[in-house]
């Protein structure tokens, strides 16, 4: 006889209706449904036999209890097919070794008849319970793996966001005055003297090297964190390589002092990749360092390490702010009068890091801040002994 869903109160598509469909059709894995197979005939009799050795210890309440724990845990992990075997399996075997008359399939008192029945209904509705639990286990598995997967997507959105809106700020800024300063120089409606010639001329020389150095440094990121930068450390002379970055920050060196031991070692870097880092973070110093308040180059050497201060009075970075400043496309004054889209820092550190050196940040004493490189020394030559090669 057929039955519709109508006639068992309920309407077509109901909830009811659509859990007992997808119930019975597991969301497992092939290999945990076999495992569930397995485990439901090894445990089976495993668990009768252990049973009728402890007969006379145990009722058959506690009998009934202990094949209720293996569904369970069958369920848990085979989900509703294996479980339900289990369950078949038990409440036979309970028939057979554990209730009167004994070894037959048969069933003498109603308490007996209501006890397996009642394992059978529990049974069923702990495997339907457990298949759903672990459906949910495994969507929410599949949710976070979704999550973790659209991550790198959403951190490179905001990214390009934060590129489009600090490198379109930067790019126009330079590129008007370069044009404007051009169009100055073709009118022939304006005159100039040539004091305002050589205005116009060093406005466009300056903002093409503003721009210059957008672009380099946006292709310094770029191979950076592709991994395809060139790095080759070999020993150098620190003071050679400072003030080759002096050269190139220009007049602004001026208010720079420097302090450098006299004995100081050769450090192992990349020379021109090292004047970069110290012009930027130099360059970086000037930028908030106060009027007439000179920015410091202390270079000393720690045991096996150089390292070089760079120190200045500025306001500070507090310590919450002092990791993301070295964030690309980071700048902490917000106030717009500072020029630059954040990358300096953030190529500095990579840069360092990629000469198996550190760039770290830390206060200076009295107020401001002080940005601290370490690179190895020059390794030592091994001392000879009288005997060896080259004593």
């Known amino acids: 006889m057929d039955v519709s869903p109508e006639a068992m109160g309920g309407r077509p598509g109901s909830r009811s209706s659509t859990f007992l469909i997808a119930s019975g059709k597991s969301s497992l894995p092939s290999r945990r449904r076999l495992a569930g197979y397995a485990l439901a005939v090894a445990l089976a009799p495993l668990l009768t036999l252990v049973l009728v050795i402890l007969r006379g210890q145990l009722n058959l309440t506690t009998d009934v ?48 008849a209501a006890a397996l029945v009642t394992f059978i209904v529990v049974a069923v509705v702990v495997s339907l319970l457990g298949d759903r639990e672990a459906r949910r286990t495994r969507q929410a598995a599949a949710a976070i793996a979704a999550a973790e997967a659209a991550r790198p997507i959403a951190e490179a959105d905001r990214t390009r966001a934060a590129l489009l809106a600090t490198v379109s700020h930067d790019l126009r800024t330079p590129l008007a005055a370069a044009k404007v300063a051009i169009r100055c120089l073709r009118s022939r409606d304006i005159q100039l003297t040539a004091a305002d010639h050589g205005d116009l001329l060093a406005t466009t020389d300056e ?17 950076l964190q592709a991994g395809a930068m060139p790095v080759f450390p070999r020993p150098a002379n620190l003071e050679e390589i400072i003030a080759r970055s002096l050269r190139d920050i220009g007049p602004q060196a001026r208010a720079v002092k420097l302090s450098i031991s006299p004995d100081l070692p050769q450090v192992m870097a990349d020379p021109p990749i090292m004047e970069r880092v110290i012009a930027n973070v130099t360059a970086n110093a000037l930028r908030f360092s106060p009027d007439r308040s000179p920015v410091l180059l202390v270079a000393t050497a720690r ?58 940040p830390e206060e200076t004493p009295g107020g401001g801040l002080t940005m601290a490189i370490s690179l190895p020394a020059r390794p030592r030559p091994a001392p000879a002994y009288p005997g060896s090669p080259g004593a």
Request: glycine share 10%; aromatic share 6%.
């Open 65 to 112: 209890l202990a094949f209720l724990v293996a569904v369970t845990a069958v369920a848990l992990l085979g989900g509703l097919g294996p479980a339900v075997l289990e369950a078949i399996a038990g409440s036979l075997l309970l028939n057979f070794y554990f209730t009167p008359p004994m070894h037959r399939f048969a069933i003498a008192e109603a308490n007996t």
């Open 207 to 223: 903002s093409l090297d503003q721009l210059t150095h957008l672009v380099a440094s946006l292709l310094d990121m770029s191979r």
């Open 303 to 360: 045991g096996e390490r150089i390292e070089l201060r760079v120190v200045d009075r500025g306001p500070g970075v507090p310590l919450g702010d002092r990791d993301r400043m070295f964030s690309p496309f980071q700048r902490l004054d917000d106030t717009g009068t500072t020029s630059g889209v954040g990358l300096g820092l953030a190529v500095s550190r990579s840069l360092t890091e990629a000469m198996r050196g550190t760039l770290e």
